[in-house]
């Protein structure tokens, strides 16, 4: 069955990075983009960006672009979402997704919660 | 500012039917594009309930049911539940695709259902 794997709770302080990885398992990882999303505690989903692991191509929500970094390690079925510069702001939960162009986000990994402080 | 517009709250009785509107603009559903609704508990991953504006995922009730109000290049959709239950009570929210902006992915803000 397709499961994605996320890594464990963040904290870190204002102005460092934080990266989150994703293990993704019962599909052919290649054939399908990765998805990041967030969602600060009580507020709505907020998509980020794509990487589709088998071009390398990405594409970011204009809030994150040259904050964030996706990539992916296909030989471990990997991806990696890097946000930098962080503030208060980023605190959240992040999710990895599985979804290609106009299809629906039809996976989720369980989330990752960053927790940036001052 | 969420790209979807969705109404924050809703709210029925157990066995009432209640609908969750989602309404976009020319750029997204008005594009044709399709819609894709979420439920969600708190502090977990959301669930896709309804895809290509009105297909149920396996395993997704029956009484989950989409659609995209007259055509295909409507600017709104909704998400309809019948003889709404407990385990509904849950956040909802409505995703699509807008061609202004870099092929982002969009979301609806979220709906709060409350079974009373």
């Known amino acids: 069955q397709v499961q994605l794997a996320q890594s464990g709770a963040e904290v870190r302080k204002s102005g460092a990075s934080v990266k989150v990885s994703c293990k993704t398992s019962?599909?052919?990882?290649?054939?399908?983009?990765i998805n990041w999303v967030r969602q600060a505690t009580g507020q709505g989903l907020q998509w980020m960006g794509w990487?589709?692991?088998?071009?390398?191509?990405?594409g970011f929500a204009q809030n994150f672009k040259g904050r964030v970094a996706m990539t992916t390690i296909n030989s471990i079925a990997t991806a990696y979402m890097e946000l930098r510069n962080l503030t208060f702001e980023d605190t959240a939960l992040y999710f990895c997704?599985?979804?290609?162009?106009?299809?629906?986000?039809?996976?989720w990994g369980q989330g990752t919660k960053v927790s940036v402080f001052s | 500012q969420p790209v979807l517009t969705q109404p924050p709250s809703v709210s029925a009785a157990p066995g009432q039917t209640v609908t969750i509107s989602c309404t976009g603009t020319?750029?997204?559903?008005?594009?044709?594009?399709?819609v894709h609704w979420y439920q969600q508990l708190p502090e977990t991953a959301p669930k896709l309930v309804i895809f290509?504006?009105?297909?149920?995922?396996?395993g997704v009730p029956d009484r989950f049911s989409g659609s995209k109000s007259g055509s295909r290049y409507a600017r709104s959709a909704s998400l309809v539940i019948s003889g709404v239950q407990a385990e509904d009570e849950s956040d909802y929210y409505c995703?699509?695709?807008?061609?202004?902006?870099?092929?982002?992915?969009?979301f609806g803000g979220g709906t709060r259902l409350t079974v009373l």
């Open positions: 995703q699509s695709y807008d061609d202004r902006l870099d092929g982002s992915k969009i």
């Open positions: 020319s750029s997204n559903l008005g594009a044709g594009y399709d």
């Open positions: 019962g599909y052919n990882f290649v054939h399908y983009d």
């Open positions: 290509g504006n009105k297909n149920r995922p396996s």
């Open positions: 990487m589709n692991p088998g071009t390398g191509n990405t």
């Open positions: 997704v599985r979804g290609r162009v106009l299809d629906p986000f039809d996976f």
